[in-house]
């Protein structure tokens, strides 16, 4: 598996500063092992946050002005006309460096529901706007990735369909957890599957249709200007994404292809 010289410098900063990113300390050593420039991007970044936190050390007071300050006036005083003055000017220095800091920063977008989180990656997926976190086309070896990462076990099918191809996935952000959005190749058009905890999962905002099959409710609804699919299976619950209208059956020949190993799509009768 690849991880990408856009995903590691788009999570450089977090671990430099020692945060959890969806990748791991293994992958960015491994990374860097092999990549200048990548490694000059990492010795940009530390330069900057030495050069910033250097910036801001408090200058001591003399001490002609601390005898001054005693001799004449009380506490009190002096504090509300010329400390407090100065604790708000430090206070406003360290509050500008943050926000210098965390506007070079990429901020995880927290969706309310795993199907805008997945409209939101499919979007910047399909345009190249957003990078994947890892490049890979096999399907135990994706889904050991993104276990390892996401804090739920993910499981995804050998794709034997020569129509059906994946690509690679990103770790999403929701508000009770992290999803996985796995990217494919379906014919050409590509298509993302998100996969989160039920419980983390919420509910599309505008869900207009629900088609029954068996003990499974599949609801469609339209984001970002996209077609979603939303279903739950046990414990995970499943969002599918695409610019192709679909409903019914379609959904599920994304996953159940011809030799795939899983149950065939014409055995799910009464969806269409």
Same mark, same amino acid.
């Given at each position: 598996?690849?991880? &990408?010289?856009? &995903?590691?410098?788009?999570?450089?900063?977090?671990?430099?500063?020692?945060?959890?990113?969806?990748?791991?300390?293994?992958?960015?050593?491994?990374?860097?092992?092999?990549?200048?420039?990548?490694?000059?991007?990492?010795?940009?970044?530390?330069?900057?946050?030495?050069? *910033?936190?250097?910036?801001?050390?408090?200058?001591?007071?003399?001490?002609?002005?601390?005898?001054?300050?005693?001799?004449?006036?009380?506490?009190?005083?002096?504090?509300?006309?010329?400390?407090?003055?100065?604790?708000?000017?430090?206070?406003?220095?360290?509050?500008? %460096?943050?926000?210098?800091?965390?506007?070079?920063?990429?901020?995880?977008?927290?969706?309310?529901?795993?199907?805008?989180?997945?409209?939101?990656?499919?979007?910047?997926? !399909?345009? $190249?706007?957003?990078?994947?976190?890892? !490049?890979?086309?096999? %399907? !135990?070896?994706?889904?050991?990735?993104?276990?390892? =990462?996401? $804090?739920?076990?993910?499981?995804?099918?050998?794709?034997?369909?020569?129509?059906?191809?994946?690509?690679?996935?990103?770790?999403?952000?929701?508000?009770?957890?992290?999803?996985?959005? *796995?990217?494919?190749? =379906?014919?050409?058009?590509?298509?993302?599957?998100?996969?989160?905890?039920?419980?983390?999962?919420?509910?599309? %905002? +505008?869900?207009?249709?629900?088609?029954?099959?068996?003990?499974?409710?599949?609801?469609?609804?339209?984001?970002?200007?996209?077609?979603?699919?939303?279903?739950?299976?046990?414990?995970?619950?499943?969002?599918?994404?695409?610019?192709?209208?679909?409903?019914?059956?379609? &959904?599920?020949?994304?996953?159940? $292809? %011809? +030799?795939?190993?899983?149950?065939?799509?014409?055995?799910?009768? $009464?969806?269409?």
């Amino acid at each position: 598996m690849t991880v &990408s010289c856009e &995903s590691v410098r788009s999570w450089l900063p977090a671990w430099i500063d020692g945060e959890r990113t969806p990748l791991s300390p293994e992958d960015f050593e491994r990374h860097l092992a092999e990549c200048a420039d990548c490694v000059r991007a990492a010795r940009d970044q530390r330069g900057f946050l030495r050069t *910033v936190s250097s910036a801001y050390v408090p200058a001591p007071v003399p001490p002609s002005l601390q005898a001054s300050i005693h001799r004449k006036v009380s506490w009190r005083r002096v504090f509300s006309q010329r400390v407090a003055p100065l604790v708000a000017a430090g206070a406003m220095a360290a509050a500008i %460096a943050l926000v210098v800091i965390t506007a070079l920063r990429p901020t995880p977008v927290q969706a309310a529901s795993l199907a805008e989180a997945s409209a939101w990656a499919h979007e910047g997926l !399909a345009s $190249g706007a957003l990078p994947l976190d890892v !490049a890979a086309s096999n %399907a !135990a070896e994706l889904s050991q990735w993104l276990t390892e =990462r996401v $804090g739920f076990t993910v499981v995804l099918p050998k794709l034997e369909d020569s129509t059906l191809v994946f690509n690679g996935a990103r770790v999403v952000q929701l508000e009770e957890g992290s999803a996985a959005v *796995v990217s494919f190749q =379906r014919s050409g058009e590509c298509v993302s599957l998100g996969i989160a905890p039920r419980h983390a999962a919420g509910s599309p %905002a +505008n869900a207009p249709r629900t088609e029954l099959f068996r003990n499974m409710k599949f609801t469609t609804s339209t984001l970002r200007g996209l077609h979603v699919i939303t279903w739950s299976e046990g414990a995970l619950s499943y969002a599918l994404v695409s610019s192709v209208p679909s409903t019914g059956r379609a &959904s599920c020949a994304v996953c159940h $292809g %011809a +030799n795939s190993g899983l149950k065939s799509v014409e055995d799910f009768h $009464g969806m269409r």
